[in-house]
């Protein structure tokens, strides 16, 4: 059975970003699986912005992983489906992507199996790499690696002379 490597990179925060707005659903070329949430009539607002006009709807997306924003957003329960099954019907072999931070808590909580409602206690850095591995739906994760760094943690070690050879 061959495995699966997946490194999940996360972009350095962009302006829109920085100021806590909403983005658009991004999309992920080549891993569509893999794009951003869908946050309906909340794209490209602030989160105080959306409190400000309705703060029971941002409570409920807070604390219900069913809860979908208004006007076409997507459930944190629907996200780490979509994402789960990309994930699951991937090739083997090494896949780069560059996917935002919710899209790495949403691939961390299908991996592992997670309850949906976890999205919220796990924070993915900017800038940062997280691969999974895996073969057979059973994944492992590392968390944090560096975008530079120079070795692959799965890589095999490097064979090393027998001094008694």
Do not use: K
């Amino acid at each position: 059975m061959s495995s699966v490597r997946v490194h999940l990179t996360t972009p350095p925060l962009d302006p829109d970003a920085r100021r806590a707005r909403f983005g658009y659903g991004d999309p992920c070329p080549g891993h569509e699986g893999l794009a951003g949430p869908a946050t309906g009539a909340w794209a490209g607002r602030t989160l105080d912005e959306v409190a400000a006009e309705d703060p029971q709807a941002v409570r409920r997306w807070l604390t219900d992983p069913e809860y979908a924003p208004p006007g076409g957003g997507e459930s944190v329960t629907a996200l780490v489906a979509r994402t789960g099954a990309h994930l699951a019907a991937l090739p083997p072999g090494t896949h780069h992507v560059v996917v935002g931070q919710a899209v790495v808590r949403a691939a961390v909580i299908a991996a592992l199996d997670l309850p949906p409602a976890a999205f919220w206690r796990l924070d993915a850095r900017p800038g940062t790499v997280t691969t999974l591995s895996g073969r057979a739906g059973r994944w492992n994760l590392l968390l944090g690696r560096s975008p530079d760094a120079d070795a692959d943690p799965f890589a095999e070690p490097a064979a090393t002379a027998d001094p008694d050879a």
